[in-house]
T-cell receptor, first 113, second 116 residues
């Protein structure tokens, strides 16, 4: 079982719709969770972090965490073509001094006009 | 500096040659990380520095790979006797010292290594 699992996609949504990206993780003691956006040929950029159960909102983005189900998601409201990218879920565990992020392989999002 | 700086941005090398990749982290970021991303793949952890010590180097794929860091600044990743499977984008990231666990990374723009 992979440590961090994401559906590779592509996930296609029409412009203006809500995009829902999902991630599951295997290490039950994982502490904090991150979503990164990676445009083709570019490096990942941090969108949001979350470490408490529930929802965290930042503009059009909402991160949701359910530690009991070992599940984290990212909702993008009013999706725009500029949101088309690969979204990487990352999890911080306790190994190696507790600072290493383990990344999923990413979900490709396509927002269509 | 304002961001994480990596050099060179592109490197083409012949199989069997040694290469050195450089990373200059954000000023004040004591934690530094190296990842590798092969074409169409996810990010593969290589090594983590806290200051100039490496508490986690579990991701280095073989003894051909080594890394060092001077104080809390520049790090170099060295690959000896390069092989074609080493071709990838090598990403460096830095962060504040881990205290709360909520510290995210800032990535550099990467070094694209091609071994021919």
């Amino acid at each position: 079982q992979k440590e961090v699992e994401q559906n590779s996609g592509p996930l296609s949504v029409p412009e203006g719709a809500i995009a829902s990206l999902n991630c599951t993780y295997s290490d039950r003691v994982s502490q904090s969770f991150f979503w990164y956006r990676q445009y083709s040929g570019k490096s990942p950029e941090l969108i949001m972090s979350i470490y408490s159960n529930g929802d965290k909102e930042d503009g059009r983005f909402t991160a949701q965490l359910n530690k009991a189900s070992q599940y984290v998601s990212l909702l993008i409201r009013d999706s725009q073509p500029s949101d088309s990218a690969t979204y990487l879920c990352a999890v911080r565990g306790l190994t190696g001094g507790g600072n290493k992020l383990t990344f999923g392989t990413g979900t490709q999002l396509k927002v269509e006009l | 500096g304002a961001g994480v700086s990596q050099s060179p941005s592109n490197k083409v090398t012949e199989k069997g040659k040694d290469v050195e990749l450089r990373c200059d982290p954000i000023s004040g970021h004591t934690a530094l990380y190296w990842y590798r991303q092969r074409l169409g793949q996810g990010l593969e952890f290589l090594i983590y520095f806290q200051g100039n010590s490496a508490p986690d180097k579990s991701g280095l794929p073989s003894d051909r790979f080594s890394a060092e860091r001077t104080g809390e600044s520049v790090s170099t990743l060295t690959i000896q006797r390069t092989q074609q499977e080493d071709s990838a984008v090598y990403l460096c990231a830095s962060s504040l010292a881990p205290r709360t666990g909520a510290e995210g990374y800032t990535f550099g723009s990467g070094t694209r290594l091609t071994v021919v």
